[in-house]
């Protein structure tokens, strides 16, 4: 079965930097993007940054200049370097991808969401 599988989260403090990754597993897949979500506490899952297999980029407006979304389309792995980290940035971020995936012979349409990984900004 297809499935992300994010990594990277952690406490840093102001004024770091983290790396998130997301890869594909468990099945061949080929994907349209990939996004990365953020979620706190009392809100809505939010857009951060977005990008399409063709390269074109999308961020939330507090994190542009900041945040670089990057996806390797032949390994099915995507990336989010987060620079400049406020506590605002805090939250569990989630990793989204959509396209097909190979259940044997056959490719089948997926939609499909990492487990989460906390990331903390705090002194």
């Known amino acids: 079965q297809a499935q992300l599988v994010e990594s990277g989260g952690g406490l840093v403090r102001p004024g770091g930097s983290l790396t998130l990754s997301c890869a594909a597993s468990g099945a061949t897949s080929s994907f349209n993007g990939m996004a990365w979500y953020r979620q706190t506490p009392g809100k809505q899952r939010e857009l951060v940054a977005s990008?399409?297999?063709?390269?074109?980029?999308r961020y939330e407006d507090s994190v542009k200049g900041r945040f670089t979304v990057s996806i390797d389309s032949a390994a099915n792995s995507g990336h989010l370097q987060m620079n400049s980290l406020q506590p605002e940035d805090t939250g569990v971020y989630f990793c989204?991808?959509?396209?097909?995936?190979?259940?044997?012979?056959?490719?089948?349409?997926?939609?499909?969401w990492g487990q989460g990984t906390q990331v903390t900004v705090s002194s």
């Open positions: 990008i399409t297999i063709g390269g074109d980029t």
């Open positions: 989204h991808a959509d396209g097909f995936s190979k259940f044997g012979s056959s490719w089948a349409t997926v939609d499909l």
